[in-house]
C-alpha cells in the first residue's frame, strides 16, 4: 500500500496541474515558420493566455534564436528568443524577445520579454505575451527541429550527389523531414565549407562554417548561397540548419527548405571518404508496434489548409512522411476527418481524402476504415486510397493513423471538419434571419450568393416575423432569392437528439441534389424552432432556403428588437459598446507610410474599438490620404450619436487601380454604434480585395483623449464578443 501511494504521488507530482510543460496551449500555425513571407498575421491582436507549445505541421517545434528576414514568419516583423533556451534544470526563465527591421538589423525592436520553460520529452513552452503594440505587425516565430529519441546518425534518408552540371535542382520544392546523409555513388560526401562553385542549380548552398567533431553532438551551422559572383549574399544567409557529426567519417544534416529558388545542398567532390554500412541500415522504419494508447500518444496536426472550405492551396499528402498516430485541429479547435462528401480541390489539394463509413464509439477499440476521394462532377467516391486505423478518445475526439495515399491519386490531401463544443447552449445564442427573399415560394430575384457572407455561429431562421425552418424537400431552381437553392437533405431531428449533421443539396433544372454543398449542424430546440450552423456554400449563386410558413406548427412572433434593425441577436441583453476587441495599432492612423497591411487576411469577428497609443480613434469621415495599405478604407457618413443606437454606414476607398476616392463595391457596409465616454465601436468585416484595411483618423481627429487606466473594469475585458448578424459584401 505504501508503494502505490508512493506511485500516486509521483504521478500527482509529473501531472501537476500547475506545471506548465503538462498545460499548454498547442499553437500549429504553418505561417509562424521563419520561411514563410507575408500573411497579414499580427500578434498584437491575439488574446494570449496561459501557456503554449509550437508546432509546425504537427512536429516540435521552437522558437527562432536566430536572425530572421524582414516580412517573415507570416507578419512585418518577425519576434525572436534573444538568448539562448533553457535547460530542464533551469526551469521557467524569462527571456528577452527582439525583432528584426528591414535594414536586416535583427534586433531593432525590442518586444515585450516572455517566460520560458524546457520539458521532458525535449520540448520548450512558452507563456506569450502581447507584442509590445508600436512594432508594425509583428509575429512569433518557429523553427521545426525533429525531436527523434533515435540518434541521427543511424536514422537518416540517403540523398544525391551534386557534383553534376545540369541545372534546375531546386531544394525549395521538397518536403524536407528529418536528417540527411550525404552519398556519391555509395561514398561518403558532405557539404563544401568554402564558396562552392556550384552544383546543379542556379544558387548553390554551402556550409558558413566548419564541421563538427564527435564529442561536439548537435551543432547549428549557418547556410549561405552563392549567386552572381557573392558567395553569401544577404537575400540568402538567414537559413540555419543542424548538423553532427557521426562514427564512421560522416556527417550528417538536418536539411529544411531553401529561401528561394532554384537552390540546392552541394556536396564538395573532394571530401569524399570510403562509407561502411556494415552496422546501421540506410533508412530506419518504424517496425515497434507502440505499447502506449494512441488516445494520449499522438502527433497533433493542425493545418488550417485542411478545412473543407478551403481550395487549393498546392498541397500533396503523398509527399509527407506520415508515422504513428494524428489527432486533428483546425486554427486551435478539436478537428475530425470528413465523414461527407467533399468538393472537387478543396481541403488544400486536388483530391479530397474522406473518411469512408463513420467514426468508432470509444467501445470499440481500433478499427479500420476505407478512405475515398471525390473527383470532379461530384464524383464522391471515384478514388479509393489506402486504409487507416481510427480510435475514439475519452474527451469527444479522434486519432487516426495516417498513412500515405494512393500515389496514382491526383495530389490528396486529408479533409478535417471543426465541431465547435460551446458550452454555450445555442438554443439561446444564435443570430436570427428574416430574409423575406429566401423563402421557398419566392422567385422574384436570383442575385443573392450566400458563398459571400462570413458565417459566424448558430442561426435561427424566421419568415414575415414568423419562426420557420428549412425545406426537407426538393426546391425548384430560381428560388429562394437564388438561383441554386439550398434545402435540407435529410429530417430535422428531436430535442432528444441534440446537435446532429446533415447533408445539403442545391437543385439545378431536374436534378434536386445536382450541388451537394457542405454538410451543416442543426438542432432542435424547446419551443419547436431549430438552430442551424450554417457554413459558407462551396459555389455561387447559391442560398439557404426558408420553408412555406404555411406548414410549420410554430408562429411565433417576431419581437420588435428583431425588426428595429432587420436583424439582430437572439440576446439583446449584450452591448457592443461593453462587448468588443481593442484595436491599438498605430500603424492604420493615416500619418503611417508604408502599405503591406491587408485586412483580408485576418478572420473579423463581432465589434472592435479603434485606439492609438491609449487614446481613442475613430475611422475618417472623408478620403482618408492613406494608412498601412494600398487601399485606404473610410466611412462615407458621420458617425452617429448615442440616441442613434446601431446604424449601418457605408464604406469607400481611397487608392489602388481605381485611381483616388471611390465606393468599389457599392453596397459595402459595416455597422457603427457610438458609447458612452465618447468613442466608437465598429462591426468590422473582410473587405472585398486586398491590400486594403480599416483606417483611424489622424492625431488631430482624435475626439477624446481617454487613457486605458480610466476605462471601467468592463471594458478591460477586451475580446468578449456580441452575437451579432454580420453585413456583408
Given at each position: 500500500l505504501k508503494c502505490l501511494n508512493f506511485l500516486f504521488l509521483i504521478f500527482l507530482s509529473t501531472n501537476s496541474s500547475f506545471d506548465p510543460c503538462?498545460?499548454?496551449?498547442?499553437?500549429?500555425?504553418?505561417?509562424?515558420?521563419?520561411?514563410?513571407?507575408?500573411?497579414?498575421?499580427?500578434?498584437?491582436?491575439?488574446?494570449?493566455?496561459?501557456?503554449?507549445?509550437?508546432?509546425?505541421?504537427g512536429k516540435s517545434a521552437q522558437m527562432s534564436e536566430w536572425c530572421t528576414s524582414y516580412i517573415s514568419c507570416g507578419?512585418?516583423?518577425?519576434?525572436?528568443?534573444?538568448?539562448?533556451?533553457?535547460?530542464?534544470?533551469?526551469?521557467?526563465?524569462?527571456?528577452?524577445?527582439?525583432?528584426?527591421?528591414?535594414?536586416?538589423?535583427?534586433?531593432?525592436?525590442?518586444?515585450?520579454?516572455?517566460?520560458?520553460?524546457?520539458?521532458?520529452?525535449?520540448y520548450y513552452v512558452y507563456k506569450l505575451v502581447k507584442p509590445d503594440i508600436s512594432i508594425p505587425v509583428p509575429s512569433y516565430c518557429a523553427v521545426s527541429f525533429s525531436n527523434s529519441t533515435i540518434d541521427p546518425c543511424y536514422s537518416y534518408t540517403p540523398w544525391r550527389a551534386t557534383n553534376q552540371s545540369w541545372y534546375y535542382v531546386c531544394d525549395q520544392a521538397f518536403e524536407w523531414s528529418g536528417w540527411y546523409r550525404l552519398l556519391y555513388y555509395g561514398m561518403n560526401i558532405r557539404m563544401p565549407e568554402v564558396c562552392s562553385s556550384g552544383c546543379s542549380t542556379v544558387i548553390s548552398l554551402w556550409l558558413n562554417g566548419s564541421h563538427p567533431q564527435i564529442q561536439d553532438g548537435i551543432v547549428t551551422r549557418q547556410i549561405c548561397g552563392n549567386t552572381g559572383g557573392i558567395c553569401c549574399s544577404s537575400s540568402y544567409s538567414t537559413t540555419s540548419i543542424r548538423v553532427k557529426a557521426c562514427p564512421g567519417n560522416f556527417s550528417?544534416?538536418?536539411?529544411?527548405?531553401?529561401?528561394?529558388?532554384?537552390?540546392?545542398?552541394?556536396?564538395?567532390?573532394?571530401?569524399?571518404?570510403?562509407?561502411?554500412?556494415?552496422?546501421?541500415?540506410?533508412?530506419?522504419?518504424?517496425?515497434?508496434?507502440?505499447?502506449?494508447?494512441?488516445?494520449?500518444?499522438?502527433?497533433?496536426?493542425?493545418?488550417?489548409?485542411?478545412?473543407?472550405?478551403?481550395?487549393?492551396?498546392g498541397h500533396d499528402d503523398t509527399r509527407v512522411e506520415w508515422k504513428g498516430w494524428y489527432r486533428l485541429y483546425l486554427q486551435g479547435q478539436s478537428a475530425q476527418m470528413s465523414e461527407w462528401c467533399t468538393s472537387y480541390i478543396s481541403c488544400g489539394g486536388v483530391t479530397p481524402l474522406m473518411l469512408r463509413g463513420s467514426h468508432p464509439q470509444i467501445g470499440d477499440g481500433i478499427v479500420t476504415r476505407e478512405v475515398t476521394g471525390s473527383r470532379a462532377y461530384d464524383s464522391c467516391s471515384y478514388y479509393k486510397s489506402n486504409p487507416i486505423q481510427v480510435k475514439a478518445c475519452p474527451g469527444n475526439y479522434y486519432v487516426y493513423k495516417l498513412v500515405k495515399p494512393d500515389i496514382s491519386i491526383p495530389v490528396?490531401?486529408?479533409?478535417?471538419?471543426?465541431?465547435?463544443?460551446?458550452?454555450?447552449?445555442?438554443?439561446?445564442?444564435?443570430?436570427?434571419?428574416?430574409?423575406?427573399?429566401?423563402?421557398?415560394?419566392?422567385?422574384?430575384?436570383?442575385?443573392?450568393?450566400?458563398?459571400?457572407?462570413?458565417?459566424?455561429?448558430?442561426?435561427?431562421?424566421?419568415?414575415?416575423?414568423?419562426?420557420?425552418?428549412?425545406?426537407?424537400?426538393?426546391?425548384?431552381?430560381?428560388?429562394?432569392?437564388?438561383?441554386?437553392?439550398?434545402?435540407?437533405?435529410?429530417?430535422?431531428?428531436?430535442?432528444?437528439?441534440?446537435?446532429?449533421?446533415?447533408q445539403t443539396c442545391a437543385s439545378q433544372g431536374s436534378d434536386c441534389c445536382f450541388y451537394k454543398a457542405f454538410p451543416i449542424q442543426v438542432k432542435a430546440c424547446p419551443g419547436n424552432y431549430y438552430v442551424y450552423e450554417f457554413v459558407q456554400p462551396n459555389f455561387c449563386y447559391a442560398a439557404y432556403c426558408t420553408g412555406n410558413v404555411k406548414h410549420l406548427n410554430a408562429c411565433i412572433s417576431f419581437s420588435l428588437s428583431f425588426t428595429a434593425a432587420s436583424t439582430t441577436t437572439a440576446n439583446p441583453g449584450y452591448d457592443p459598446c461593453s462587448n468588443y476587441t481593442v484595436l491599438d495599432q498605430p500603424w492604420r492612423a493615416t500619418n503611417a507610410s508604408w502599405n503591406l497591411v491587408c485586412d483580408q487576411d485576418f478572420e473579423w469577428s463581432g465589434w472592435y474599438r479603434l485606439l492609438y497609443y491609449g487614446m481613442n480613434i475613430r475611422m475618417p469621415e472623408v478620403c482618408s490620404s492613406g494608412c498601412s495599405t494600398n487601399i485606404a478604407l473610410w466611412i462615407n457618413s458621420s458617425h452617429p450619436q448615442i440616441q442613434d443606437g446601431i446604424v449601418t454606414h457605408p464604406i469607400c476607398a481611397n487608392g489602388g487601380d481605381f485611381g483616388s476616392c471611390y465606393c468599389p463595391f457599392?453596397?459595402?457596409?459595416?455597422?457603427?454604434?457610438?458609447?458612452?465616454?465618447?468613442?466608437?465601436?465598429?462591426?468590422?468585416?473582410?473587405?472585398?480585395?486586398?491590400?486594403s484595411a480599416y483606417c483611424a483618423g489622424i492625431i488631430s481627429d482624435i475626439s477624446s483623449i481617454q487613457h486605458l487606466n480610466n476605462w471601467s473594469h468592463h471594458h478591460r475585458n477586451q475580446h468578449k464578443y456580441v452575437a451579432v448578424i454580420l453585413l456583408f459584401f
Open positions: 503538462y498545460n499548454y496551449t498547442a499553437l500549429d500555425d504553418s505561417w509562424r515558420d521563419i520561411h514563410t513571407n507575408y500573411r497579414g498575421h499580427d500578434d498584437t491582436r491575439v488574446e494570449w493566455k496561459g501557456w503554449y507549445r509550437l508546432y509546425l505541421q507578419g512585418v516583423t518577425p519576434l525572436m528568443l534573444r538568448g539562448s533556451h533553457p535547460q530542464i534544470g533551469d526551469g521557467i526563465v524569462t527571456r528577452e524577445v527582439i525583432g528584426s527591421h528591414w535594414s536586416f538589423s535583427c534586433s531593432y525592436y525590442k518586444s515585450n520579454p516572455i517566460q520560458v520553460k524546457a520539458c521532458p520529452g525535449n550528417v544534416y538536418e536539411f529544411i527548405k531553401p529561401v528561394s529558388c532554384i537552390s540546392a545542398y552541394c556536396a564538395d567532390i573532394t571530401t569524399l571518404t570510403p562509407a561502411n554500412f556494415s552496422t546501421t541500415g540506410v533508412i530506419t522504419t518504424e517496425t515497434n508496434i507502440s505499447i502506449f494508447d494512441p488516445c494520449y500518444n499522438y502527433t497533433a496536426l493542425d493545418n488550417y489548409w485542411r478545412d473543407i472550405h478551403t481550395y487549393y492551396r490528396p490531401s486529408y479533409c478535417a471538419v471543426s465541431f465547435r463544443n460551446s458550452t454555450i447552449d445555442p438554443c439561446y445564442s444564435y443570430t436570427a434571419l428574416n430574409d423575406t427573399w429566401r423563402s421557398s415560394t419566392d422567385s422574384t430575384t436570383n442575385s443573392h450568393c450566400d458563398a459571400n457572407v462570413n458565417w459566424v455561429g448558430w442561426y435561427r431562421l424566421f419568415y414575415q416575423g414568423q419562426s420557420a425552418k428549412m425545406p426537407e424537400s426538393c426546391v425548384s431552381s430560381y428560388r429562394c432569392g437564388t438561383m441554386f437553392p439550398i434545402w435540407l437533405n435529410g429530417s430535422h431531428p428531436n430535442v432528444q437528439d441534440g446537435v446532429v449533421v446533415r457599392g453596397t459595402t457596409s459595416i455597422r457603427v454604434k457610438a458609447c458612452p465616454g465618447n468613442f466608437y465601436v465598429y462591426e468590422f468585416i473582410k473587405p472585398g480585395q486586398c491590400l
